[in-house]
């Protein structure tokens, strides 16, 4: 039996087969006036790059990507969201730690004497 759900804003259906259900992303296919047909997801807001790499990290890339079972572009745009999340948290934390410093502590305590008393002799 097929449920539909929402799934990271794109639609989605689980279908119970097994212990675990499965996931399946539905892409929306969209035809322009000229009849050309064009696929397209809601999280459009995405960009293609192109990156260079050797034979060799390109082989081990592909054996990692299946082993994790993705693709070597969702293995890199994984990492590089794990990359760019960890950066704005570590920011997040420094903003915070300046902010408290700046505001000071007060540990107790009061002071009694003055300088000058202090430093009698």
């Known amino acids: 039996m097929a449920i ?17 259900p499965r996931i399946l992303r539905v892409t929306r296919i969209l035809r322009d006036r000229s009849g050309i047909v064009t696929t ?3 999280n459009s807001d995405k960009q293609n790059i192109t990156i260079s790499l050797s034979r060799n990290v390109l082989r081990k890339a592909k054996i990692l990507a299946a082993r994790r079972e993705t693709s070597v572009s969702g293995l890199l745009a994984h990492e590089i969201e794990s990359l760019v999340g960890e950066d704005e948290a570590y920011e997040r934390a420094e903003r915070q730690a300046t902010a408290l410093l700046e505001g000071g502590f007060h540990l107790g305590g009061l002071i009694r004497a003055n300088r000058d008393e202090l430093h009698e002799r």
């Not at 539909?4 to 675990?20: E, M, S």
């Open 40 to 42: 397209s997801r809601r």
């Open 4 to 20: 539909p759900v929402k799934f990271n804003l794109l639609d989605a259906w689980i279908l119970h087969k097994g212990p675990a």
